[in-house]
């Protein structure tokens, strides 16, 4: 292996500066009178039309009498207008011109979209414009989607992600209201009249709340137009912004350890810790940074100490902004059968790989190779289209702002070394939440909405209290840097450059010349007659 690396290295470091082969595409954000925030993308190369429209309200926000109301309403919005009020003709009109509509609900924002053909996308936007400025919220149909939000949830419920995701929220502080069930069914929704959903919308549902985008070929101009025509329409509403604590968790000194019992047949032990929220620092990419970190595969990494001592397939670690509320970092190992034996071991070493961080100087060379992959994205990577990069655009513009709706993965402003370890600060054992899943494990509870089965206890004594400060065996440390990340950017040789030969083998080097990319593939032919014994 160490020959193909040393091939990597000398491909890709005489690059020189290349045009940006996305400049194509062009933006436009502004803010309509009424409060919308707008971002407008245009690119002639695009195959379909979209839009998005990011309100920022979800499940959080449900009242406590009527878990699901979010949910519930987004279904209802879809309905019919008083402009176009024959149910289900958005569906339809988008059906005839090769599109298709979605919509979510997440914690603290509720996302609408939809992709279509070029030729009718006007008219489709028209249609999806009404939803935010004359919805009918039919109360005729309000009972078949109660059914259709309660056959949703029954979807959900042989889902082990589904099961562990509400389980958890079902520890968190009662009070919170990141508690309670998000997704509703015909239980908590059977009965929600016209005014519970009206009161809904009329509440959170403002221009000021939310954030468009749109995709299209057409000129900045025209879509301008055509955006300033249809939604300047929605009222101007004075709205209330939906506010709650990061603190979903009380600090405990004690091991809060929940055995759970998944229907897949899987072993796995999970940490959670929740975090402040991170979305105003979005340029510092600590979070990034810490995630990037721990879910090294590489030499001295957690996850090749564990795989050596037999205790783990795989490992996850990420830091995110779960919602605007608050965030939280996510360790999840896969474990052997005998990492599952050992689970207390695995458990410690996840904690030391904290102490590593926290006892460790600003690991900034990381930081900057992450800048650079993520230039690189940027200039080489496709740009994405359709209802998937709509939606990443509204979100983050209704998120971060107008200013980097676009650009959220490759805006970086500078390391922060004091927020580093801050935020590792959290990662302490009086703020986890610790999930050991597999079949077979001793349980006495019953989580109300899935049925999961699971036991919770709170643990003090010794193991707790070496948690605190474990040992960092000498093999784990960071990641070293990485030699293969190119400095300079460009086209090489655009004719094939022979690299090596010897009786063995002849290596080739080719420019590809379409693409453009500094990206290597090797391919390998190799002429053998033992194939064949
Ligand atoms: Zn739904």
């Not at 004690?254 to 979305?279: S, T």
Request: glycine share 6%; charged share 25%; aromatic share 12%.
């Amino acid at each position: 292996m160490k020959k193909f690396s040393l091939f990597f290295a000398i491909l890709l470091v005489p690059f020189l500066a290349l045009a940006n082969p996305a400049s194509k595409r062009t933006y436009r954000k502004l803010v309509l009178k009424n409060g919308l925030k707008v971002v407008l993308v245009s690119d002639a190369s695009l195959n379909v039309s979209s839009a998005s429209m990011d309100v920022g309200v979800g499940s959080l926000a449900d009242p406590d009498k009527r878990l699901g109301l979010a949910h519930f309403l987004e279904h209802m919005l879809f309905l019919a207008t008083k402009k176009y009020p024959k149910l289900n003709e958005y569906g339809e009109y988008l059906k005839a011109h090769g599109g298709y509509s979605n919509a979510f609900t997440a914690a603290d924002h509720t996302n609408y979209h939809f992709q279509v053909n070029h030729d009718g996308f006007p008219e489709a936007l028209d249609r999806f414009g009404h939803f935010f400025i004359d919805p009918l919220l039919d109360y005729k149909y309000a009972q078949r989607e109660v059914m259709a939000v309660d056959a949703e949830h029954r979807k959900n419920i042989p889902q082990d992600t589904w099961r562990i995701m509400q389980l958890r929220r079902s520890l968190f502080k009662k009070s919170h209201p990141a508690s309670k069930f998000h997704t509703g069914c015909l239980e908590t929704l059977k009965g929600t009249t016209e005014q519970e959903l009206r009161e809904f919308f009329e509440t959170y549902y403002g221009p000021t709340n939310m954030a468009l985008s749109i995709l299209s070929p057409l000129s900045l101009d025209e879509q301008e137009r055509l955006v300033r025509k249809i939604f300047s329409q929605i009222p101007s509403r004075k709205i209330k912004i939906f506010e709650c604590s990061w603190k979903v968790l009380d600090p405990k000194n004690a091991l809060r350890l929940v055995r759970v019992v998944p229907l897949k047949d899987m072993r796995q032990l999970k940490l959670y810790f929740p975090l402040p929220p991170q979305y105003k620092k979005v340029g510092e990419k600590t979070i990034n940074l810490i995630g990037m970190t721990m879910g090294d595969e590489g030499k001295g990494s957690l996850l090749s100490y564990l795989k050596k001592l037999g205790y783990a397939t795989s490992l996850s670690a990420g830091v995110g902004n779960e919602t605007r509320f608050f965030s939280s970092c996510g360790v999840t190992v896969g474990l052997t059968p005998k990492g599952l034996q050992n689970w207390r071991q695995v458990l410690t070493l996840c904690m030391a790989y904290f102490e590593l961080l926290r006892s460790s100087p600003y690991p900034k060379h990381i930081w900057k190779e992450m800048k650079t992959l993520a230039k690189l994205k940027e200039l080489y990577s496709p740009k994405g289209e359709g209802t998937d990069r709509a939606i990443a655009i509204a979100s983050n513009a209704n998120l971060y702002g107008l200013k980097i709706a676009e650009k959220v993965e490759s805006y970086f402003t500078h390391p922060d070394e004091k927020d580093y370890y801050q935020l590792l600060s959290y990662m302490k054992p009086s703020n986890m939440l610790v999930f050991l899943v597999a079949k077979g494990l001793k349980t006495d509870k019953k989580e109300k909405w899935y049925g999961t089965q699971y036991s919770y206890v709170e643990e003090k004594g010794k193991f707790f209290e070496s948690l605190q400060k474990p040992t960092v065996p000498k093999a784990i440390h960071l990641p070293l840097p990485n030699p293969f990340l190119p400095k300079r950017l460009g086209i090489y040789r655009e004719r094939p450059v022979l690299i090596a030969k010897n009786r063995y083998y002849t290596l080739w080097y080719g420019q590809d010349l379409e693409f453009r990319r500094p990206k290597v593939s090797i391919m390998l032919h190799i002429l053998t007659p033992n194939a064949y014994n």
